[in-house]
């Protein structure tokens, strides 16, 4: 009754969900796309400050600067072959946007506007105000309404469904999925599935800029599958964030000609450093005493109305300061994860048929270190390239599809957990581990910090049955969802520590107060981490 | 501070009461004091969110009758909280938006075919306010005439027929605008209520003004009006 079937099944409608979905449909699979919220509700509507491509509109540029940016930014551990797909195919994921009508900002002379981030050589990010991911996200998704894919609403992963072929190798064809409106458990048959489901940086609780759902559900689920995990020590903290409720306020606003002052009025750092370095010198200002401020009075009004609406809204809102005539005060959190799952380059996770793209996916091309911009046309390159191979993958796929004992599974799992015993509130261990996390293993860390936290998380996951959703309805629980994103996150947060103390060497985001240098004889690898028969295993490849 | 929430449910059977809640937090917004409750009162209130910065659409409810986003809001004393208006309640404060999206696949709104035209800063501007839209669906709850009519395309729809339509890339304008003519562009009482309570700054209502002045230079006019000679639409404004 709960059972669906389709050609290529995509499990995230944020971005790069929706661009892999277009791309498979036009390879001619059938699409389903699930989202555990609806599609324009995504991550992607967050992002401001623009999309890179060198095309050279505002100033001098060309694709080579824009990859040897991108490649020093990522401080040894981006893959060139894949920078340098991304950054040649950023003029044509441009100009694809612009013909299925997003409406970038423009120049006098007619021209897609295109403005200055952190670590850029030339003005490179094309932009829509300070509302580029959102009108990116909602014309990506009137265009999936125009081909008329499905996307089915308020879907949330529990599990890839695996099958073994005759060499007993593993091969995903599908998932069971819990169907937030229901209360059911649904099962969904695929020759291919691409996840999309963005990062996990909610891990940080209140010290994030991310939505409420970036908690990391399909990576989780993808190295319980069989998929491996690459670099998930590398989270970028955004430089500014509004201190009391971590709001972005875009790097368009330092890229403009914003100051970084301390309370004493001082700047103290080149605002336009790649964001570790930015980072690092706010937090530095804030351990020694001071407060930290973001000052874009000189840019005008008429400026700040024209090029940073929100963040004034913003501002005002929550800080009860005008970006016009005051300062507006700042702190770094947590806003990217480098990290993900591993994928080859054909956007191919290691366990067969599973394919994933966008934050949730380390195609390797941020490394160490993220540029603002590069985010988005990521999900526009390898969204199209994982969309074009999964559906390329289901045409030739010829194995059974048995999903009957991995529902039944996930039925018992969604039935259970609702028996766990509530003695501890895992509401107040989120926010716990989001305040350890952010302190210990944060903007920097130690290894004793990251023992000391690694402790506690092992604690929280032999804590886990004494936890569970206290809200015990089948429709519309969102407490049960909660706490289903909790336990994912938990799963996560212990590989995120097993990276940052195996790494002993700072690099990129990941800085260690213990070891402040790069250890490139050791350390210029990726750390991948799987897990077999349950237990975690790390290990560093080239 | 104590503020008041409608509550829903369906199970085990349909319950409807409005339950109060008190807090000390210093100056919230509405989804702080209902994050609040969630995790220190009641974990079975029900309501959705996401970005908290007023992107994401997903917050959208009603404070003493009219509609806000959650994110955006600071409490007041006393508040009542409800759920959207014209929209099925699933449970407390989330609604089913499925069929309020569901209009923007039947009035295709979406780029049709796409010419390769130079837009200018002017052209941009044309549209901008319109592509700010989140879809939160405030404007449906507020509109009168979906409330009554449950097949009028509704304000967001219209809106995002406008944005497509005034895009220079637009190929397709007059479909477009045949498209809008039944349960749409006419039926609209302009009533102003959708740009009241729009959270983005965007007016449904003119922009239905403009697609009234687009239809007629199509040949398209108010149904209700036969064959009245004028070319515009009837409140004298053929704007745009």
């Known amino acids: 009754m709960n059972n669906y079937k389709t050609d290529v099944l995509i499990i995230g409608a944020g971005g790069a969900g929706l661009v892999a979905a277009l791309n498979a449909h036009k390879s001619g699979a059938k699409v389903t796309v699930l989202t555990k919220e609806y599609p324009t509700r995504a991550q992607t509507s967050m992002a401001q400050g623009g999309i890179n491509a060198a095309l050279g509109h505002a100033g001098e540029d060309s694709v080579e600067d824009h990859i040897q940016n991108t490649l020093k930014s990522a401080q040894g551990l981006a893959n060139e072959e894949a920078v340098r797909l991304m950054c040649n195919e950023a003029l044509e994921a441009v100009a694809w946007l612009d013909s299925i009508g997003v409406p970038f900002s423009r120049t006098k002379e007619s021209k897609i506007a295109q403005r200055t981030l952190g670590g850029a050589s030339a003005p490179r990010a094309c932009y829509a105000q300070d509302y580029t991911g959102l009108k990116i996200l909602h014309t990506l998704y009137d265009r999936v309404m125009a081909q008329g894919i499905e996307i089915k609403n308020e879907r949330y992963l529990l599990n890839f469904i695996t099958n073994k072929d005759k060499h007993e190798k593993s091969y995903a064809c599908g998932a069971t999925i819990l169907n937030i409106k229901t209360g059911e458990v649904e099962t969904y048959e695929a020759k291919s599935v691409i996840v999309a489901t963005g990062g996990y940086s909610k891990i940080y609780h209140k010290h994030s800029t991310n939505a409420k759902g970036s908690t990391g559900d399909g990576i989780a689920a993808a190295i319980r599958a069989g998929a491996r995990l690459s670099d998930m020590e590398f989270i970028q903290f955004h430089p500014t964030a509004l201190k009391n409720s971590s709001i972005l306020i875009s790097e368009s606003a330092r890229g403009a000609g914003g100051y970084l002052l301390n309370s004493k009025g001082e700047r103290f750092v080149d605002e336009l450093l790649p964001r570790d370095q930015v980072a690092r010198a706010i937090n530095d200002q804030i351990q020694a005493g001071e407060e930290v401020f973001l000052d874009i009075r000189h840019l005008g009004e008429a400026f700040i109305m024209e090029q940073l609406p929100q963040e004034r809204k913003l501002a005002k809102l929550y800080e009860n300061v005008d970006p016009v005539n005051d300062l507006i005060p700042i702190k770094p959190v947590a806003h990217y994860t480098m990290g993900g799952i591993e994928v080859d380059k054909n956007s191919h996770t290691k366990l067969k048929g599973l394919f994933a793209a966008g934050e949730c996916a380390n195609h390797k091309v941020h490394g160490a270190n993220r540029l603002g911009g590069n985010s988005l046309l990521e999900l526009i390159v390898f969204g199209k390239q994982a969309g074009k191979n999964a559906a390329a993958w289901a045409k030739s796929f010829d194995n059974a599809i048995e999903t009957s004992e991995q529902t039944l599974s996930a039925q018992n799992f969604v039935k259970g957990v609702k028996y766990f015993t509530n003695q501890i509130d895992f509401y107040q261990k989120h926010q716990f581990l989001g305040n350890i996390f952010y302190n210990n293993a944060g903007i920097s860390k130690d290894e004793m910090g990251l023992k000391a936290v690694l402790g506690a998380v092992r604690q929280i996951q032999k804590e886990i049955p004494f936890m569970g959703p206290k809200d015990k309805s089948n429709i519309y629980n969102t407490n049960l969802v909660d706490f289903i994103e909790f336990g994912n996150m938990v799963e996560l947060c212990e590989i995120i520590l097993v990276s940052m103390i195996s790494r002993n060497e700072s690099r990129g985001a990941h800085y260690r107060s213990d070891i402040p240098n790069p250890n490139d004889m050791a350390y210029k690898a990726h750390t991948i981490t799987w897990k077999e028969d349950g237990v975690l295993c790390a290990d560093f490849m080239e | ?240």
């Open chain 2, 1 to 240: 501070m104590k503020i008041q929430i409608k509550r829903y449910t369906s199970e085990p059977e349909i319950k409807e009461e409005v339950l109060a809640y008190e807090m000390e937090l210093e100056d919230p917004t509405l989804l702080e004091v209902l994050g609040h409750i969630k995790t220190t009162q009641d974990s079975s209130l029900s309501f959705s969110s996401g970005c908290r910065s007023s992107v994401c659409g997903s917050c959208s409810m009603r404070v003493n009758g009219r509609e806000v986003l959650a994110c955006a809001y600071k409490v007041q004393e006393g508040d009542l909280v409800e759920p959207l208006k014209n929209v099925p309640v699933i449970r407390d404060l989330v609604v089913d938006m499925d069929k309020a999206y569901s209009m923007n696949v039947r009035a295709k709104a979406w780029l049709e075919g796409s010419s390769d035209v130079a837009l200018s800063p002017e052209d941009e501007k044309r549209n901008e306010r319109q592509s700010d839209c989140i879809m939160c669906g405030s404007c449906y709850s507020a509109c009168p005439v979906y409330a009554v009519n449950g097949e009028f395309l509704g304000p967001f729809a219209l809106t995002r027929v406008w944005r497509y339509v005034s895009d220079g890339r637009e190929e397709g304008e007059e479909a477009k605008i045949h498209n809008v003519q039944s349960n749409g562009v006419w039926d609209c009482t302009l009533c102003n209520e959708c740009t009241l309570v729009c959270p983005q700054d965007i007016s449904s209502k003119a922009d239905i003004e403009k697609l009234r002045a687009t239809s007629a230079q199509y040949g398209c006019m108010d149904p209700n009006f036969g064959s009245f000679g004028g070319g515009f639409g009837f409140d004298g404004s053929p704007s745009f």
